[in-house]
């Protein structure tokens, strides 16, 4: 692992923004701006699309996810949002749980996990589960303790989103295996920033939205399904996710075969000239820089900042605890202010989840962006 230096001249970022909100929604790189702009030119010469455009960027995802992420080919899948493969997710759930089954959420979850277990549960009668925020910040533990053979899945995030607070899938997919728990993870505020590995995790259901640490375009999200689930009943019945799809000469002779893996839970009109190129150079770009060598810059940026918050008397996780990308700190009691918007006059930019600010950094952060949030928040609550 290594430090990278500063990759501003890659985005388009000017001098006097200091941005620290990519867990909200992440600046297009410059190439992936390029090849969108690409895409839309395209339209005006459709005698130029063939077939094959209909599916071709939507292999290379799936080639270049599995190189970055594990699992095999066939098992990632393009869709839209993350509330589209929840939704997904929970019409399997509806017809291999019953009622009475435990189904484990964290508190203060984002919406797109918990809607549609909440249909879910209104469908079949599953409980849904909350597990309370510990007070040690300790989530891993958290969920170990409600977990026993009553639950019969847990749907989580990979690190929780309105502060980084890390949670430890590996261990929570041990007592999965365990209990013979079914295991959904929602990887957008990890997936692409930090190592994650299928094939160490083994997840049923890994969803993670692509406009935030993925740096795609806004419309992109990335779904992997378990070999066990690969027969499931999508949720659109597209003709694009069936057997010679192709061949369009002949889509009147209506295939009830899909296509290999997990490319029928795919929405339709998946390769979008003005989104799939974007995503294409985003993950060709976090390939470049290797996922463990940004998690390892982010993590010497957020301590800079640690450093300064603490001193300020906010109330922060135990290094143990935090994600190296998102540093999340609670306010002093003392300010009575607006951070977020007082921030913003100074063309500084941050969050606030919950309780707390949300500060999310990525490679495009200087020196001089660093120092310019330190001196702010040192003014602020001095």
Not at 160 to 173: E, K, M, Q, S, Y
Request: glycine content about 6%.
């Amino acid at each position: 692992m290594g430090i990278i230096h500063s990759q501003r001249e890659l985005f388009d970022i000017p001098d006097q923004i200091a941005y620290f909100n990519c867990a909200y929604y992440s600046p297009l790189l410059l190439e992936s701006t390029k090849r969108l702009h690409f895409g839309v030119d395209s339209k005006k010469h459709p005698w130029e699309r063939v077939p094959a455009d209909f599916f071709k960027e939507a292999e290379i995802i799936r080639e270049l996810s599995c190189s970055l992420f594990g699992g095999d080919v066939d098992g990632f899948a393009v869709i839209p949002s993350v509330s589209y493969g929840m939704s997904t997710v929970g019409r399997i759930l509806e017809t291999n749980l019953k009622k009475g089954d435990r189904v484990l959420i964290v508190a203060e979850e984002f919406p797109s996990i918990v809607f549609p277990l909440q249909r879910a549960a209104k469908e079949i009668g599953i409980i849904l589960d909350v597990v309370d925020t510990p007070i040690d910040g300790n989530w891993t533990a958290a969920i170990l303790n409600n977990m026993d053979h009553s639950v019969k899945a847990v749907a989580l995030s990979s690190c929780h989103w309105t502060n980084g607070a890390l949670i430890d899938l590996v261990a929570i997919r041990h007592k999965c295996d365990e209990i013979n728990a079914i295991l959904m993870i929602d990887a957008t505020q990890t997936l692409g920033v930090i190592p994650f590995s299928i094939n160490e995790i083994k997840p049923d259901f890994l969803i993670a939205a692509g406009y935030k640490w993925l740096l795609g375009p806004y419309g992109f999200s990335l779904f992997y399904i378990d070999q066990k689930w690969r027969n499931e009943r999508p949720l659109e019945e597209t003709w694009i996710g069936r057997e010679n799809a192709e061949d369009f000469a002949n889509l009147v002779n209506y295939s009830d075969v899909y296509m290999s893996g997990s490319r029928r839970f795919e929405m339709g009109e998946k390769c979008t000239p003005t989104i799939l190129p974007g995503v294409i150079a985003a993950l060709e770009q976090i390939k470049t820089w290797g996922i463990p060598n940004i998690a390892q810059t982010l993590l010497s940026i957020t301590q800079r900042i640690e450093l300064n918050l603490d001193k300020l008397g906010f109330q922060l996780l135990d290094k143990s605890q935090r994600s190296p990308h998102i540093l999340g700190a609670r306010i002093p009691d003392a300010y009575t202010g607006n951070l977020v918007a007082e921030l913003k006059t100074k063309n500084i930019y941050i969050s606030q989840r919950s309780k707390s600010i949300r500060i999310a950094p990525h490679l495009y952060i200087n020196d001089r962006d660093i120092e310019r949030l330190n001196q702010a928040m040192n003014e602020l609550l001095h």
